[in-house]
């Protein structure tokens, strides 16, 4: 079993929708939860770091970490076709870079 | 303040050779990760270096290899290559432990014929 599950899409959906995208985990010591937007010929962008459990908001983005059902979404509301790209999710249960596990990508598309 | 850079950015090279892929973090940033990214397995961990010292090594066979300079630049080194190398190879930088100040390079894409 992975580490990090994530759907890897993809995912369709019209300008302005609101967008959920989500990752389950095993390990219940991760306590570090991230979300990377990857445009393509890029490398990931760091675009949410959340620190244990609860919601962040930036902007269009929020982030929220269910640490009792070991599962973390991304929403994106008013999506634009700039957001079109592929999500990662990444987590960790303490700071070594051997411990950040990153799941596979959600391939996003936001059509206008 | 200039991102992390790869070069080079396209590689193709043959089955048994040898490839350096070359990364240059952000200036003042101590730390280079290395990773190897894809479509099956998403990004994988291949190792870390801090002050010039291996912090941390992945789960990848012995013929892949990496070094930092004193100038924190790292080089990673792939022997007797093997088609299954062929990904995106992806260094990131950060100044210390935190992951919210890790930034990544744009990837060299590796293929091997």
């Known amino acids: 079993q992975k580490e990090v599950e994530q759907d890897p899409g993809p995912l369709s959906v019209p300008e302005g929708a609101i967008v959920s995208l989500n990752c389950t985990y095993s390990?219940?010591?991760?306590?570090?939860f991230m979300w990377y937007r990857q445009y393509s010929r890029k490398g990931p962008e760091l675009l949410m770091y959340?620190?244990?459990?609860g919601n962040k908001e930036d902007g269009r983005f929020t982030a929220q970490v269910d640490k009792s059902s070991k599962y973390i979404s991304l929403f994106i509301r008013d999506s634009q076709p700039s957001d079109s790209a592929t999500y990662l999710c990444?987590?960790?249960?303490?700071?070594?870079?051997?411990?950040?596990?990153f799941g596979t990508g959600t391939r996003l598309t936001v059509i206008p | 303040k200039a991102g992390v850079t790869q070069t080079p950015r396209y590689l193709i090279k043959t089955r048994g050779q040898q490839v350096t892929l070359s990364c240059s973090p952000i200036?003042?940033?101590?730390?280079v990760s290395w990773y190897q990214q894809t479509p099956g397995q998403g990004l994988q961990f291949l190792f870390e270096?801090?002050?010039?010292?291996?912090?941390n090594k992945g789960n990848f066979p012995g013929r892949f290899s990496g070094r930092q300079f004193s100038n924190s630049r790292s080089e990673m080194n792939v022997s007797t290559l093997e088609l299954g190398d062929s990904a995106l190879y992806l260094c990131?930088?950060?100044?210390?432990?935190?992951?919210?100040?890790?930034?990544f390079g744009p990837g060299t894409r590796l293929t091997v014929l």
């Open positions: 990131a930088s950060r100044t210390g432990i935190t992951y919210n100040e890790q930034f």
């Open positions: 390990n219940s010591a991760f306590q570090y």
């Open positions: 959340t620190y244990s459990s």
């Open positions: 990444a987590m960790s249960a303490g700071t070594g870079a051997n411990n950040l596990f």
């Open positions: 200036s003042g940033h101590r730390s």
């Open positions: 270096y801090f002050s010039e010292t291996q912090r």
